[in-house]
């Protein structure tokens, strides 16, 4: 029996149970059918490096059955697209996933109905056989060899994302210094900005620039774009094909994340995002595990802020996670991720947001807080049970994974010691 027809046969023995509760909730919303066909719509990126075990610079447990290469990695997201319908692409980390076989590649990814999403490049670590090292930056190094050498991997990475049919290419940098005294910051910025123009300049027509920021680590003292407001100052002297990404878990402890992604998206300058979630710096851990509330927050301005610019939810910026799973099974961890998202977006799409506007112009901060606290802690979950349903996923994604036994027939064909490549 083919995976489609093992989760209908799943769905069938859950589903009255699940009218049941969809049909209670339905009974009391006004814009059902509407949250349902945006939820049906909306799909997240799998990261390719997200799909074998991680692990920390103490140690890493692998689980078993973990893809031992690119077409094992897209065999793993068509998996959990057909297990969630929302999964419907993938983003490539480069050099670790670059295809030996384009052609079969794009093949293996449309027969899952998967798309590549953004490419992401890696001038953070060393290549066997690079020349010249990173270990004090790239893109911002005092050295223009270096700097040099970095934008060609960059320039490469697009070439990569060309041949996949991928539209951005997503830069995170881990360049900055460790101590005082170590680096100017200015010409740091400025080695920077030039070495973004170059890569700018190879830039296909309808191809985007993603600049990802983050305050620390692996650099303690300085990192050259810490924050949104250095992302964004690059992604303004670049042009109208740059933009900042926000991964969440790339902020100081309490930033108030929503705000920024609300200034972002009024100045047209928000890429998209990197999903994680984190207790104290850029811990990767499940989405919406430590903070549904802020997820949930962080959606409430997406979705006013992208009605606002009239952008369509699901294609005008790009929905990535970003994880690393220590403990979890990489797939269960994923579908528990992209719930989580889902889960943020429908309570945002819920808020009565003319009652809202109404009551932040009278100053009723009482009835603001009643307004999106009654979207919050409204249970949704059968509304996007519905929404898997109606696109022929399991309506529990997870107990599917698990009853159908996938991860035993996983270490079974690739073996109990099988390690992803790539992290
Ligand atoms: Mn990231």
């Not at 889902?342 to 307004?371: F, G």
Request: aromatic share 8%.
């Amino acid at each position: 029996m083919q995976l489609t027809e093992k989760i209908q046969s799943l769905n069938e023995r859950q589903l009255a149970a699940h009218r049941h509760r969809f049909e209670f909730l339905a009974g009391q919303l006004s814009s059902t059918a509407d949250v349902l066909a945006k939820l049906r719509k909306f799909q997240v990126a799998i990261p390719s490096w997200a799909l074998g075990t991680g692990g920390t610079r103490f140690g890493r447990f692998s689980g078993g059955g973990e893809p031992r290469n690119l077409s094992e990695k897209i065999a793993d997201v068509g998996v959990l697209h057909a297990l969630n319908r929302s999964g419907g692409s993938m983003s490539l980390h480069i050099p670790w996933d670059v295809p030996d076989d384009v052609e079969a590649i794009r093949a293996e990814a449309g027969a899952w109905g998967l798309r590549f999403d953004a490419v992401n490049s890696n001038t953070f670590q060393d290549q066997p056989g690079q020349p010249l090292s990173y270990k004090f930056g790239s893109l911002h190094h005092v050295d223009s060899a270096v700097r040099k050498q970095a934008v060609r991997h960059n320039i490469e990475v697009i070439r990569q994302g060309e041949a996949l049919s991928s539209k951005a290419l997503s830069v995170w940098l881990s360049d900055g210094s460790n101590f005082p005294g170590q680096l100017n910051f200015r010409r740091a910025f400025q080695n920077t900005l030039e070495s973004l123009q170059e890569i700018y300049a190879a830039l296909p027509a309808d191809w985007q620039l993603w600049i990802e920021y983050k305050p620390f680590e692996p650099n303690f003292y300085a990192t050259t774009i810490g924050d949104w407001g250095q992302s964004l100052l690059l992604a303004n002297k670049l042009g109208p094909k740059a933009a900042t990404l926000v991964d969440l878990g790339h902020h100081l402890p309490n930033t108030n994340i929503e705000q920024i992604v609300s200034l972002l998206l009024m100045e047209g300058k928000l890429a998209g995002f990197h999903f994680n979630d984190s207790k104290y710096g850029d811990d990767d851990l499940t989405v919406g595990s430590i903070n549904p509330y802020q997820l949930f927050l962080i959606f409430c301005e997406l979705v006013e802020g992208m009605d606002q610019r009239q952008m369509d939810h699901a294609t005008a910026i790009g929905w990535m996670i970003d994880a690393s799973h220590n403990v979890k099974d990489p797939i269960e961890d994923l579908l528990q991720s992209v719930e989580a998202i889902k889960i943020a977006y429908a309570q945002a799409l819920l808020v009565d947001r003319p009652a809202l506007q109404v009551a932040q112009q009278e100053n009723d901060t009482v009835r603001c807080q009643e307004i999106l606290q009654a979207a919050y802690r409204t249970d949704v979950r059968p509304l996007v049970a519905e929404a898997r349903l109606r696109e022929n996923g399991a309506l529990d994604p997870v107990g599917a994974f698990r009853t159908l036994g996938i991860r035993n027939e996983l270490t079974a064909r690739r073996g109990s010691d099988a390690i992803a490549t790539g992290l």
